[in-house]
C-alpha cells in the first residue's frame, strides 16, 4: 500500500503538484503522528509492568489476607452476635450429651464415682469452651496472625524489574532504525520529526508492528488480571470461612469429649479452624516463592522465544494459592 501511494504522488508531480507531493510523501513515508505511537507505547509499557509484576497481587495480599485488617472492621462484631445466639444452642446441646453419656453408662454398669467426676469436669471445661468459645478463636487468629507478621517481615524480592524486555514482542532486532536490545525505559516511542534517530515506528507496516506487541501484551494483562482477581476472592472467601466456623463454634465444640478429648469431633473442628487462620501465613509463603521464581524467569533468555512464559510463575502463584488450604490443612495435620 505504502509503495503504490509512493508510485501515485510521483505521478502527481509531473502536473506541477510538487508541494502537494512534497507533502504527502513527508506524511506517507513517516505514517503514525509520535502523539498516537507515543501513547500505544505507553499502552505497552503499563500492560508489561502489570504483567511483570503478577497483576498487583503481592501488593494487594496484606489488606485481604490479614483478617484485622480495616476491610473487614464491619464483620467481627455481627460474628461474635451471632455466635452468642448460637451458643445457647451449644450449651443446651452439652447438657444432653452429658446426660446421655451418664444414661449410657448406668445401663452399661460403668458409672463409678470416678466416671461421674471426670464426666462432671468434662461438662465444667466444655461449657467454658462454649461460654468463652469466641475468645478462644478470636486468639487462635491471633497466634496464627502473628505467624503470617513474622514471616511478613522478610523483604520479598520485586516482581518487576527496570528494564522491560522488548526483545521479547519485538521479533526484529533493528525495528524503527535502532536495535530494540538498546530500547530504555525512559525513550520515547516516536518523535513529531521523521529523521530522529530515536523514532521506532515508521510508516504503515511499523504501525503493523507495534499493534501486534500491545495486542499480545493487553491479552497477557487480562489473564494476569483474571489471576489475580481469583487470588483475592481466595483470601476474601478464607476469611467468609473463618466467620462461618466461629458462628457455629458452639455446635461444633459441644462434643469435645466425646470419645476422648484429642479424638473428639469438637478438637478436631478446632484443628480445622486453625488451618483455615494459618492459611494466610501459607499464601504469603507461596507468593514468596513464587516471586524468586519470577525474577529467574525473566532473566531466562528463553524469555525471547516465547514471552508468553512471563505468565508462568503468576499462573503458578494463583494455582498454589488455590490449593493453600489443604496445605494448611496438611501442616496441622487435618
Known amino acids: 500500500m505504502q509503495t503504490f501511494l509512493f508510485y501515485l504522488v510521483s505521478m502527481m508531480s509531473q502536473f506541477g503538484l510538487t508541494s502537494l507531493v512534497n507533502g504527502i510523501v513527508d506524511k506517507v513515508s513517516y505514517g503514525i503522528p509520535g502523539s498516537i505511537s507515543n501513547a500505544i507505547g505507553a499502552i505497552f509499557d503499563t500492560e508489561y509492568d502489570l504483567v511483570q509484576a503478577g497483576g498487583g497481587l503481592q501488593d494487594m495480599m496484606g489488606s485481604f489476607i490479614n483478617s484485622n485488617s480495616d476491610l473487614y472492621s464491619g464483620l467481627w462484631g455481627n460474628v461474635e452476635n451471632a455466635y452468642n445466639a448460637i451458643s445457647i444452642i451449644g450449651g443446651s446441646l452439652l447438657i444432653l450429651y452429658f446426660f446421655m453419656g451418664i444414661a ?60 522491560r524486555n522488548y526483545q521479547a514482542f519485538f521479533k526484529s532486532n533493528n525495528y524503527g532504525g535502532q536495535n530494540v536490545s538498546d530500547w530504555t525505559d525512559d525513550m520515547q516511542w516516536d518523535s513529531e520529526t521523521k529523521d530522529d534517530k530515536n523514532c521506532k515506528v515508521h510508516g504503515w507496516g511499523g504501525m503493523t508492528a507495534l499493534f501486534i506487541p500491545v495486542i499480545e501484551v493487553l491479552l497477557m494483562a487480562l489473564v494476569t488480571e483474571v489471576g489475580c482477581l481469583i487470588g483475592v476472592a481466595a483470601m476474601v472467601s478464607r476469611v467468609i470461612q473463618m466467620a462461618v466456623y466461629m458462628i457455629f463454634a458452639p455446635i461444633a465444640t459441644a462434643d469435645m469429649f466425646h470419645g476422648g478429648a484429642l479424638n473428639s469431633q469438637g478438637f478436631r473442628y478446632l484443628k480445622k479452624f486453625f488451618a483455615i487462620c494459618l492459611q494466610g501465613a501459607v499464601i504469603y509463603g507461596i507468593i514468596f516463592a513464587t516471586s524468586a521464581l519470577q525474577a529467574s524467569f525473566l532473566k531466562s533468555t528463553n524469555l525471547v522465544s516465547n514471552p508468553l512464559f512471563i505468565l508462568i510463575p503468576g499462573l ?17 495435620g487435618v
Do not use: C, H
Open 104 to 163: 449410657d453408662k448406668l445401663t452399661k454398669d460403668r458409672l463409678t464415682g470416678y466416671e461421674l467426676l471426670r464426666s462432671g469436669i468434662e461438662l465444667m471445661i466444655a461449657l467454658m469452651v462454649v461460654i468463652e468459645g469466641f475468645n478462644l478463636f478470636q486468639g487462635i487468629s491471633t497466634l496464627t496472625q502473628e505467624i503470617y507478621e513474622n514471616l511478613s517481615s522478610i523483604t520479598i524480592s520485586e516482581w518487576d524489574t527496570p528494564d
Open 316 to 332: 503458578i502463584m494463583v494455582i498454589m494459592i488455590l490449593k493453600s488450604q489443604q496445605f494448611a490443612n496438611d501442616i496441622i
